[in-house]
């Protein structure tokens, strides 16, 4: 086995400021396969510092995240902490040293509860049959609670919360035992608005306290907002590394990143239904704003997003529009005819596909290949009498993934060869096979880059333009507003506003709405004032 080599240089890299690093790797190589993920990468960490590892999907940097916690043993290289070389064979030895890492897909167990979550693996030496010590795990799961803004009983299943308050409750798992440098492999991936900037305070207070943060990550906001020191990764190595200055703006960073100037995305025009066309889904009976009742229409060809904080009720919305779960409080029709699935599978035969937030939790089969994973929901597709014709499954196959550009070597390899973008490619292909009433959407560029993103909205565009109603749920508000053609905005169950063609200029105001905080930040209008609506794109008074 290839173990992490101890013969280095002596160590005592330092920061401008004259501080020995805490954690240094030099010349980390690391091999899967015929695949380098790892070529000769150095780097340092700092004790007080958030050091920022950017790059696109596939560039190396989950793989140097899971190196520095254990996960991996890097083929060549060496790993010094504190002024000494170490390898660790698990990350229960790098957690033992001071090292966490807060994983980019979850590792929660759904069925254990917050506290249970959080002490796990971490239980120590007990007879058998031993009493599990609640009164003594609780007080400390409350404080890390507490140090993330959650309120929350430390008995709560986790697969009784939403997809971000898990992501926290990852970032808090990591933070239980008080460690010296806490990797983040890409946290903010499934963060809504609110909870990234919980988030960033949580960053911010483990540099006051001098612990060293190794934000692992693509998002050049997340960098601009806590970053002190900048490493670019690509293809395997490291391009350049720098500190942020106040002379580093967003726009500069992504240069570095891409190697080319950011160019302005670019939007297709919106589209409005027809004059008295009706929409394929129509969701009425939602609680509006000033008491009043609001319905939400989803027509062919348009994109409308769901917007708002975690619980706000939109995710109620989507869910059942997908038959993950009843319309319990208000009403749904499909195409005219009342509707409300009991399961997934019964709104895919309706004709409406859904892709849900939470990749490796509820939507990748990570022991089956792409083949497998793509061709899920389509074998009636390429099948006769029970029999899967392997050739025509193929060929759809190759072509839905040419099709949506996605990067593989194999088709009959694991999914999880794959970066977390090309797997999500694979996943939205997936789903677009399976839609031909109606594209349900959540969180569908969570956890991939830049150029993946943009394809993906092309994709979910062209499906637009060929007809196809899109509902989208999104935590990203930039996405929600490059992507949809009509926003509706929710805040403690209530539907507050519509806003057609959305642009940059409406971020207050969405804000504002999700915080219910809309009538301090923007006057109210009287309705005969209010911006010209159509059909059911608006709000309908009832």
Same mark, same amino acid.
């Given at each position: 086995?290839?173990?992490?080599?101890?013969?280095?240089?002596?160590?005592?890299?330092?920061?401008?400021? =004259?501080?020995?690093?805490?954690?240094?790797?030099?010349?980390?190589?690391?091999?899967?396969?015929?695949?380098?993920?790892?070529?000769?990468?150095?780097?340092?960490?700092?004790?007080?510092?958030?050091?920022?590892? /950017?790059?696109?999907?596939?560039?190396?940097?989950?793989?140097?995240?899971?190196?520095? %916690?254990?996960?991996?043993?890097?083929?060549? =290289?060496?790993?010094?902490?504190?002024?000494?070389?170490?390898?660790?064979?698990?990350?229960?030895?790098?957690?033992?040293?001071?090292?966490?890492?807060?994983?980019?897909?979850?590792?929660?167990?759904?069925?254990?509860?917050?506290?249970?979550?959080?002490?796990?693996?971490?239980?120590?030496?007990?007879?058998?049959?031993?009493?599990?010590?609640?009164?003594?795990?609780?007080?400390?799961?409350?404080?890390?609670?507490?140090?993330?803004?959650?309120?929350?009983?430390?008995?709560?299943?986790?697969?009784?919360?939403?997809?971000?308050?898990?992501?926290?409750?990852?970032?808090?798992?990591?933070?239980?035992?008080?460690?010296?440098?806490?990797?983040?492999?890409?946290?903010?991936?499934?963060?809504?608005?609110?909870?990234?900037?919980?988030?960033?305070?949580?960053?911010?207070?483990?540099?006051?306290?001098?612990?060293?943060?190794?934000?692992?990550?693509?998002?050049?906001?997340?960098?601009?907002?806590?970053?002190?020191?900048?490493?670019?990764?690509?293809?395997?190595?490291?391009?350049?590394?720098?500190?942020?200055?106040?002379?580093?703006?967003?726009?500069?960073?992504?240069?570095? /990143?891409?190697?080319?100037?950011?160019?302005?995305?670019?939007?297709?025009?919106?589209?409005?239904?027809?004059?008295?066309?009706?929409?394929?889904?129509?969701?009425?009976? /939602?609680?509006?704003?000033?008491?009043?009742?609001?319905?939400?229409?989803?027509?062919?060809?348009?994109?409308?997003?769901?917007?708002?904080?975690?619980?706000?009720? %939109?995710?109620?919305?989507?869910?059942?529009?997908?038959?993950?779960?009843?319309?319990?409080?208000?009403?749904?029709? +499909?195409?005219?005819?009342?509707?409300?699935? %009991?399961?997934?599978?019964?709104?895919?035969?309706?004709?409406?596909?859904?892709?849900? $937030?939470?990749?490796?939790?509820?939507?990748?089969?990570?022991?089956?290949?792409?083949?497998?994973?793509?061709?899920?929901?389509?074998?009636?597709?390429?099948?006769? +009498?029970?029999?899967?014709?392997?050739?025509?499954?193929?060929?759809?196959?190759?072509?839905?993934?040419?099709?949506?550009?996605?990067?593989?070597?194999?088709?009959?390899?694991?999914?999880?060869?794959?970066?977390?973008?090309?797997?999500?490619?694979?996943?939205?292909?997936?789903?677009?096979?399976?839609?031909? %009433?109606?594209?349900?959407?959540?969180?569908?560029? $969570?956890?991939?880059?830049?150029?993946?993103?943009?394809?993906?909205?092309?994709?979910?565009?062209?499906?637009?333009?060929?007809?196809?109603?899109?509902?989208?749920?999104?935590?990203?508000?930039?996405?929600?507003?490059?992507?949809?053609?009509?926003?509706?905005?929710?805040?403690?169950?209530?539907?507050?506003?519509?806003?057609?063609?959305?642009?940059?200029?409406?971020?207050?105001?969405?804000?504002?709405?999700?915080?219910?905080?809309?009538?301090?930040?923007?006057?109210?209008?009287?309705?005969?004032? $209010?911006?010209?609506?159509?059909?059911?794109?608006?709000?309908?008074?009832?």
């Amino acid at each position: 086995m290839s173990t992490l080599s101890l013969h280095a240089a002596p160590c005592g890299h330092t920061a401008a400021g =004259g501080r020995a690093a805490l954690l240094e790797v030099r010349g980390a190589t690391k091999r899967f396969g015929a695949t380098l993920a790892l070529d000769d990468v150095s780097i340092a960490a700092h004790a007080g510092e958030i050091h920022c590892v /950017l790059g696109e999907n596939g560039a190396g940097k989950s793989s140097l995240g899971k190196v520095i %916690a254990g996960l991996y043993r890097a083929d060549a =290289g060496v790993l010094v902490f504190d002024g000494a070389p170490v390898q660790f064979a698990n990350p229960g030895q790098a957690r033992a040293m001071g090292i966490a890492i807060v994983y980019q897909e979850l590792s929660l167990v759904p069925d254990l509860s917050i506290r249970a979550n959080f002490w796990l693996g971490s239980e120590g030496a007990r007879l058998p049959l031993a009493r599990v010590g609640r009164r003594r795990e609780t007080p400390r799961v409350r404080e890390v609670l507490a140090q993330l803004g959650v309120e929350l009983d430390p008995e709560t299943r986790v697969k009784d919360l939403p997809v971000t308050t898990q992501q926290l409750l990852e970032i808090g798992k990591a933070l239980m035992h008080r460690p010296r440098l806490v990797v983040f492999d890409e946290p903010t991936a499934m963060l809504g608005a609110i909870e990234k900037q919980r988030f960033f305070s949580v960053l911010r207070t483990l540099r006051d306290n001098g612990i060293a943060s190794l934000l692992i990550t693509h998002h050049i906001d997340d960098v601009t907002a806590v970053g002190d020191r900048v490493t670019v990764m690509r293809n395997g190595r490291v391009v350049e590394s720098f500190p942020m200055t106040g002379a580093i703006d967003a726009e500069h960073v992504l240069e570095r /990143l891409t190697g080319r100037r950011g160019a302005a995305a670019v939007r297709s025009p919106r589209t409005a239904p027809a004059a008295g066309e009706s929409a394929v889904l129509e969701i009425s009976g /939602l609680p509006g704003r000033d008491d009043g009742g609001a319905t939400v229409g989803v027509h062919r060809g348009g994109i409308v997003g769901l917007y708002g904080v975690v619980g706000c009720g %939109a995710e109620r919305v989507v869910r059942a529009a997908a038959g993950v779960q009843r319309a319990r409080d208000f009403s749904m029709r +499909l195409n005219g005819r009342p509707f409300g699935p %009991a399961t997934p599978a019964e709104a895919l035969r309706a004709g409406i596909s859904y892709l849900p $937030a939470g990749r490796q939790a509820n939507a990748v089969f990570p022991t089956r290949s792409i083949r497998e994973n793509l061709m899920l929901s389509q074998l009636r597709r390429v099948s006769r +009498l029970g029999f899967i014709n392997r050739r025509r499954e193929t060929s759809v196959a190759l072509d839905q993934l040419r099709a949506s550009a996605v990067k593989f070597a194999d088709l009959d390899a694991g999914i999880d060869t794959l970066s977390g973008g090309n797997q999500q490619k694979v996943l939205l292909a997936r789903a677009m096979a399976g839609a031909s %009433a109606l594209l349900v959407l959540e969180e569908p560029t $969570a956890g991939v880059d830049i150029d993946a993103k943009q394809q993906i909205h092309e994709r979910i565009r062209a499906a637009s333009r060929a007809g196809l109603a899109v509902l989208v749920l999104s935590s990203d508000l930039p996405e929600t507003l490059a992507l949809c053609d009509v926003v509706y905005t929710f805040f403690a169950g209530t539907v507050m506003d519509c806003h057609v063609a959305p642009a940059a200029g409406d971020h207050d105001a969405i804000l504002a709405d999700i915080l219910g905080q809309r009538s301090a930040a923007r006057p109210e209008q009287p309705r005969s004032q $209010a911006a010209p609506t159509v059909n059911e794109w608006s709000l309908q008074a009832t």
